[in-house]
């Protein structure tokens, strides 16, 4: 069967492609020759994401995609496999930042929250880790937190998570290196430039004017940089935090 919109540069597949970092991750690798793949759970709200990338001269398909459940994972990759093009890049930029006091947190929405954030991140990077072995190559990236360091009041669902996919970015890379596939991590600290922040924040947002929030276009550069890099000097982990952010 014929692939397509085939690409000699292969596939990256964002889980979690929002308004914001994971849209211009796509966006970037797509300047670059890449086929973009983009989930969310709403296939909808990837049609403007899709629109500007082919319209930019670029390729795009978006994905309808529960990132936690197994099936939907294991097809969504299989699909793309198959009909588009070999996944050389997967980035996994699922969030889950919701607060609340331990004091009030439900186990409910503490296993919800390690969901999203934690185990979609396993079941992405392991669907796609075992096409890459196969073919010796490729580049995973997972979007962390300051919450995968270190804890903070009120965030004890989305500490504990992060430190999770932090873990698993870790053990991943210590197996797959040697099979170069690199594995990266990413921490972003810091209020990133979106309606939600503006809308939410202002006084937040009022820092755009002096490079104090981050800059979506700026994050996904430095995703570009990391899958470009020599496998003599990678990189595990990278913080990007705005330069006035206290850390």
Same mark, same amino acid.
């Given at each position: /069967?014929? $692939?397509?919109?085939?690409?000699?540069?292969?596939?990256?597949?964002?889980?979690?492609?929002?308004?914001?970092?994971?849209?211009?991750?796509?966006?970037?690798?797509?300047? %670059?020759?890449?086929?973009?793949?983009?989930? @969310?759970?709403?296939?909808?709200?990837?049609?403007?994401?899709?629109?500007?990338? +082919?319209? &930019?001269?670029?390729? &795009?398909?978006?994905?309808?995609?529960?990132?936690?459940?197994?099936? *939907?994972? %294991?097809? #969504? +990759?299989?699909?793309? *496999?198959?009909?588009?093009?070999?996944?050389? =890049?997967?980035?996994?930029?699922?969030? !889950?930042?919701?607060?609340?006091?331990?004091?009030? *947190?439900?186990?409910?929405?503490?296993? $919800?929250?390690?969901?999203?954030?934690?185990?979609?991140?396993?079941?992405?990077?392991?669907? +796609?880790?075992?096409? /890459?072995?196969?073919?010796?190559?490729?580049?995973? #990236?997972?979007?962390?937190?300051?919450?995968?360091?270190?804890?903070?009041?009120?965030?004890? !669902?989305?500490?504990?998570?992060?430190?999770? #996919?932090?873990?698993?970015?870790?053990? /991943?890379?210590?197996?797959?290196?040697?099979?170069?596939?690199? +594995?990266?991590?990413?921490? =972003?600290?810091? &209020?990133?430039?979106?309606?939600?922040?503006?809308?939410?924040?202002?006084?937040?947002?009022?820092?755009?004017?002096?490079?104090?929030?981050?800059?979506?276009?700026?994050?996904?550069?430095?995703?570009?940089?990391?899958?470009?890099?020599?496998?003599?000097?990678?990189?595990?982990?990278?913080? #990007? @935090?705005?330069?006035?952010?206290?850390?």
């Amino acid at each position: /069967m014929e $692939k397509t919109g085939s690409t000699d540069k292969g596939v990256v597949l964002v889980i979690g492609a929002g308004d914001a970092t994971g849209g211009a991750i796509a966006k970037r690798f797509a300047r %670059e020759g890449y086929f973009a793949c983009v989930t @969310r759970r709403s296939a909808d709200k990837l049609q403007p994401l899709v629109d500007e990338i +082919v319209a &930019a001269g670029g390729r &795009a398909r978006g994905f309808a995609s529960d990132a936690r459940k197994e099936e *939907e994972v %294991e097809a #969504l +990759v299989r699909e793309i *496999e198959q009909d588009i093009g070999p996944i050389e =890049v997967l980035v996994f930029n699922i969030g !889950a930042n919701v607060p609340c006091s331990i004091l009030e *947190e439900t186990a409910r929405k503490y296993f $919800k929250i390690w969901e999203m954030a934690c185990l979609s991140g396993f079941l992405a990077g392991r669907e +796609v880790a075992r096409r /890459m072995v196969k073919r010796e190559r490729g580049t995973i #990236l997972f979007t962390g937190a300051t919450a995968g360091l270190r804890g903070a009041a009120n965030f004890a !669902a989305f500490a504990g998570a992060k430190h999770a #996919l932090r873990a698993l970015a870790q053990s /991943m890379a210590r197996e797959l290196g040697p099979r170069n596939i690199h +594995v990266a991590h990413v921490v =972003v600290d810091g &209020a990133i430039d979106t309606d939600f922040i503006k809308t939410s924040f202002p006084e937040m947002y009022a820092r755009k004017d002096q490079d104090g929030i981050l800059n979506p276009e700026h994050i996904a550069e430095n995703y570009w940089h990391l899958h470009r890099q020599p496998r003599d000097a990678w990189t595990f982990e990278l913080d #990007l @935090r705005p330069w006035m952010e206290k850390w």
